[in-house]
């Protein structure tokens, strides 16, 4: 079976301020995304985007309070800017798209069902909805649970307007609710030892509360043309690939109620010989999730880390993209020009393989951190695995422990104190700040340097 190749859209909380400034001074087609995003901005008298993603904007918190509209625009702009670059400009194309919650719009802009203006107006139609409704008052929340024991938890508390949003990896669901319920199940869970993370949204999303917002949006996007599509759209929501018969404005107002299966989504494909998982996006939330689910996939997320075209450039390379150099704005894609697919290449195919079990005599209860890195890793997955319930090998070394695991800031303090007492390890520094270490690689080199060596 051939080697396939998905870009990944994200939704809620995947906004960086100033992310794509340096981008969009090397190469134009970042700044034609932004611009035509902005002119359907005006449209609706929502506020441009462009300075939000290039220039020192403000942060998420902000914009959730006082510019929704905004931040949903910027996120849709920023996820199409970083697809176009990565099959316009450095050869990285995509067998099929996958979008999760709001990407699931995005994705459908670029498999060619929707112009990127008609895409755009699909959100502010949406957004003007959101904004006037009390039902849409309310946010997410991600459980460190698997499905079950998370439907369990909601079934147990009695909350009838908290549903299942999203089932993102094998630990990690995600629940919606009125604002004031979920901070009852956040207590809930707590109470369980589940972690918990609360997602960066201003609004409640797939949840049966918002049936009547649905309802009031059917008629404007039959106003919206939709086109036959060039690449695979692989819906989340439905767990199917759409095809030429779908009525898709129909089957997209369900991405208000419906949940996200992102774990049955990437399993699927998977399955049918898809190993390289892009992530178009500001950050790297999906293919963490990615990783959790399905270990040893082969994943690239550009604007995860430092933001400057070096450190891009470096990030698409080691995944068999070309070195990119400055262009001028290229035309969108037609129907009648389908996107070539770009392979990854057979030599990349172990790059992000989980790292073998030690075999060790040693006693990792009372054992001092090897002097081995690898070793010293493996013992330390071993214990945070143990610690949070999870399978080991959800613990890559490279996921993000909040972010794609919902390991937050407590309990990454607790497995850090877990580690100190198993190694009798050294005092902490004052200025010490745990949301520093996000990684498990990371917080292995902070234990490496707490034993003094």
């Known amino acids: 079976m051939a080697e396939k190749t998905a870009h990944l859209f994200p939704g809620q909380g995947a906004y960086r301020p100033g992310a794509l400034g340096p981008l969009a001074?090397?190469?134009?087609?970042?700044?034609?995304?932004?611009?035509?995003?902005?002119?359907?901005?005006?449209?609706?008298?929502?506020?441009?985007?462009?300075?939000?993603?290039?220039?020192?904007?403000?942060?998420?918190?902000?914009?959730?309070?006082?510019?929704?509209?905004a931040l949903h625009m910027a996120i849709?702009?920023?996820?199409?800017?970083?697809?176009?670059?990565?099959?316009?400009?450095?050869?990285?194309d995509a067998d099929v798209l996958v979008g999760h919650s709001l990407g699931e719009i995005t994705?459908?802009?670029?498999?060619?069902?929707?112009?990127?203006?008609?895409?755009?107006?699909?959100?502010?139609?949406?957004?003007?909805?959101?904004?006037?409704?009390?039902?849409?008052?309310?946010?997410?929340?991600?459980?460190?649970?698997?499905?079950?024991?998370?439907?369990?938890?909601?079934?147990?508390?009695?909350?009838?307007?908290?549903?299942?949003?999203?089932?993102?990896?094998?630990?990690?669901?995600?629940?919606?609710?009125?604002?004031?319920?979920?901070?009852r199940l956040l207590d809930a869970a707590s109470s369980l030892g589940a972690s918990t993370t609360r997602v960066k949204s201003p609004y409640l999303f797939h949840n049966s509360l918002l049936n009547p917002i649905a309802g009031e949006l059917a008629p404007s996007l039959r106003g919206i043309p939709v086109q036959p599509m060039h690449t695979k759209v692989f819906s989340t929501l439905h767990k199917r690939v759409y095809t030429s018969g779908d009525d898709i404005p129909s089957l997209l107002l369900q991405h208000l109620t419906a949940p996200v299966y992102f774990l049955d989504a990437v399993r699927h494909l998977h399955a049918y010989g898809v190993t390289f998982f892009a992530e178009c996006g500001m950050g790297r939330a999906l293919t963490g999730m990615v990783r959790a689910s399905v270990p040893g996939s082969i994943t690239a997320a550009p604007l995860a880390g430092e933001i400057d075209v070096d450190s891009v450039d470096?990030?698409?390379?080691r995944v068999g993209g070309t070195s990119a150099t400055p262009s001028p704005a290229a035309a969108?894609?037609?129907?009648?020009?389908?996107?070539?697919?770009?392979?990854?290449?057979?030599?990349?195919?172990?790059?992000?393989?989980?790292?073998?079990t030690s075999d060790t005599s040693e006693d990792p209860h009372t054992s001092r951190p090897s002097r081995d890195r690898d070793e010293l890793l493996e013992q330390l997955r071993q214990l945070f695995a143990e610690s949070l319930e999870y399978p080991v090998?959800?613990?890559?070394?490279?996921?993000?422990?909040?972010?794609?695991?919902?390991?937050?800031?407590?309990?990454?303090?607790?497995?850090?104190?877990?580690?100190?007492?198993?190694?009798?390890?050294?005092?902490?520094?004052?200025?010490?700040?745990?949301?520093?270490y996000t990684t498990l690689d990371e917080i292995t080199t902070l234990v490496q340097e707490m034993g003094e060596w």
């Open 314 to 317: 470096a990030e698409v390379r």
């Open 107 to 183: 994705a459908l802009v670029a498999g060619g069902a929707y112009t990127l203006a008609d895409g755009a107006r699909v959100l502010c139609e949406r957004d003007r909805l959101l904004r006037t409704s009390s039902r849409a008052r309310g946010g997410l929340l991600v459980v460190g649970l698997p499905a079950d024991r998370a439907q369990a938890l909601i079934t147990a508390s009695g909350e009838w307007d908290a549903e299942i949003a999203a089932v993102n990896a094998p630990y990690q669901t995600v629940v919606s609710a009125p604002v004031e319920v979920l901070e």
């Open 76 to 92: 849709f702009a920023g996820s199409m800017a970083v697809h176009t670059l990565l099959t316009e400009v450095y050869g990285v």
């Open 25 to 69: 001074r090397r190469h134009a087609v970042v700044g034609d995304v932004l611009g035509r995003v902005d002119s359907v901005s005006a449209e609706y008298g929502v506020n441009p985007i462009s300075a939000l993603l290039t220039e020192d904007g403000p942060d998420i918190d902000t914009l959730i309070a006082h510019d929704p509209e």
């Open 332 to 356: 969108p894609r037609t129907p009648e020009t389908p996107e070539a697919t770009t392979k990854a290449p057979e030599s990349l195919s172990g790059t992000n393989d989980v790292t073998e």
């Open 393 to 436: 090998d959800v613990l890559t070394p490279d996921a993000d422990l909040e972010a794609d695991l919902g390991v937050d800031s407590v309990k990454r303090n607790e497995l850090l104190q877990r580690a100190r007492d198993r190694y009798e390890l050294a005092e902490l520094p004052e200025n010490f700040r745990i949301t520093e």
